[in-house]
């Protein structure tokens, strides 16, 4: 606070200052309720516009996900589905969603851990239906801290229509497999909206006994599997 040493004590206001005597001399300060207005770059708009658009982008979607893989997930699935978004290098929805590629719905239980050979699906995009081809060379390999001797797969696929922000779903899956015998193909069939949009595939790896579902964290793998356009 600036000192007013003046031989001629002033008390009072004199334009945008106020002069004070108090238990420790002459003080000055500015008026009480002035303010200096603070600009908001460019930049700092761009950026506010962006995470808004991304999080109405994401929420839905993160809402679906969570749904489906319940409490198989982790507490920072969302902050890292926004962080892979910020990523693109444009705002198009399809940049956008295919950087979440490859994401696990939890960072412990990680999908390439029991799964090394995952497949490139082959994809086929019909009038009515998304088909999903996946040729396997090998079993899963679960922890031994569970009892499991069977698997399945369970594939949802999402679809965002085309200028609309609701997404629809559906979802196929195989029969309960032993380990010991696995197929080497896979063909999985979606029924789609109609018209273009894009659709993202999330990958559902689920151990299991004669009893079905384990219903463990061990025994789960949730992650996206692939992102395209239908």
């Known amino acids: 606070m600036a000192k007013n040493e003046s031989i001629f004590p002033f008390r009072g206001t004199l334009g945008k200052m106020v002069f004070t005597r108090g ?45 489906h893989s319940a409490y198989y997930r982790d507490g920072t699935a969302w902050a890292r589905m926004l962080s892979a978004l910020r990523k693109a290098k444009s705002d198009n929805r399809v940049d956008l969603l295919q950087q979440l590629r490859g994401m696990d719905m939890h960072e412990k239980y990680l999908m390439n851990r029991v799964w090394p050979y995952i497949p490139s699906p082959q994809i086929q995009v019909g009038s009515k239906q998304l088909n999903v081809g996946m040729q396997v060379c090998s079993a899963p390999s679960f922890s031994k801290k569970i009892r499991t001797n069977v698997y399945r797969y369970h594939l949802t696929a999402y679809f965002l229509p085309e200028s609309e922000n609701q997404w629809q779903y559906d979802t196929a899956y195989t029969e309960w497999m032993p380990y010991t015998s696995y197929e080497n193909a896979y063909d999985f069939c979606f029924d789609k909206p109609y018209g273009n949009g894009v659709f993202l595939l999330v990958m559902k790896l689920e151990a299991g006994d004669e009893r079905g579902a384990l219903g463990v964290m061990e025994s789960v793998r949730i992650g996206v599997f692939e992102v395209g356009e239908y």
């Open 23 to 67: 238990k420790y001399g002459d003080d000055v300060r500015a008026k009480r309720g002035t303010y200096k207005p603070v600009t908001i770059n460019e930049t700092l708009k761009a950026n506010a516009n962006r995470s808004a658009m991304l999080n109405g982008l994401a929420s839905p979607l993160y809402q679906l996900l969570c749904m």
